[in-house]
């Protein structure tokens, strides 16, 4: 009984001493004793890159410049008939103003509401084709029908009625004006010019 003892005993301190020999501290440990690493956790943490998505551009127009209509027929800015303005005689004139120069120094100054179209600084932004009709004597009326740009021309019909058969007029040459103010974007020295009175194209400085 007492030997089974003892034979129990150097069991368990050989198995001790065995355990003791294979035991090392783990390197870099101050402590000599092994370091505890974190194994893996519950929910690990998901690291896998996916791909930013970005809101989807505006669709870019698609079609030709065809596809887009662009006006043929460009109008005045504004017009108005005035009396006076240049004259060689009985007829018809006309000219293009692209300078307050020359407009200026043809029509003098004007006042008002004329001031205010074709002043000075309007001609920044438009040049004025004046058509000038005198006539024989007073009493005549000059009316403007339609003025208008196409296809490179200048197109302005005006109409011009004599006074009453009987009716008491100056006898002195008298001259109306027709100013039509277009953006000056749609000047060019190679615009033609189809003036028409009372329905008949007429020439600069025709006889009427």
Request: hydrophobic share 35%.
């Given at each position: 009984m007492k030997r089974s003892l003892a034979l129990i005993i150097t069991a368990v301190l050989l198995i001790s001493a065995l355990a003791g020999c294979t035991r090392s501290p783990q390197q870099g440990s101050e402590s000599g004793f092994y370091t505890a690493v974190p194994g893996p956790t519950?929910?690990?943490?998901?690291?896998?890159?996916?791909?930013?998505?970005?809101?989807?551009?505006?669709?870019?127009?698609?079609?030709d410049f065809k596809d887009v209509e662009m006006p043929d027929t460009f109008e005045p800015l504004y017009w108005d008939v005035i009396r006076g303005g240049g004259s060689s005689g009985v007829g018809t004139t006309w000219f293009a103003y692209t300078d307050y120069a020359?407009?200026?120094k043809e029509f003098g100054v004007l006042e008002g509401e004329l001031k205010e179209k074709?002043?000075?600084?309007?001609?920044?932004?438009?040049?004025?084709?004046?058509?000038?009709?005198?006539?024989?004597?007073?009493?005549?009326?000059?009316?403007?029908?339609?003025?208008f740009i196409k296809d490179g021309a200048v197109n302005i019909d005006i109409t011009v009625e004599a006074p009453p058969a009987g009716s008491v007029t100056t006898q002195a040459l008298e001259t109306h004006t027709v100013l039509a103010a277009f953006g000056s974007n749609l000047y060019s020295e190679r615009l033609t010019y189809n003036i028409t009175v009372n329905g008949r194209p007429v020439g600069n400085n025709a006889e009427m």
């Open positions: 519950k929910h690990p943490i998901d690291v896998t890159l996916k791909p930013q998505t970005f809101a989807p551009a505006e669709p870019t127009p698609t079609g020359g407009f200026g074709y002043g000075q600084e309007s001609f920044n932004g438009m040049f004025v084709v004046a058509v000038s009709h005198t006539v024989p004597t007073g009493g005549y009326s000059v009316t403007l029908n339609e003025a």
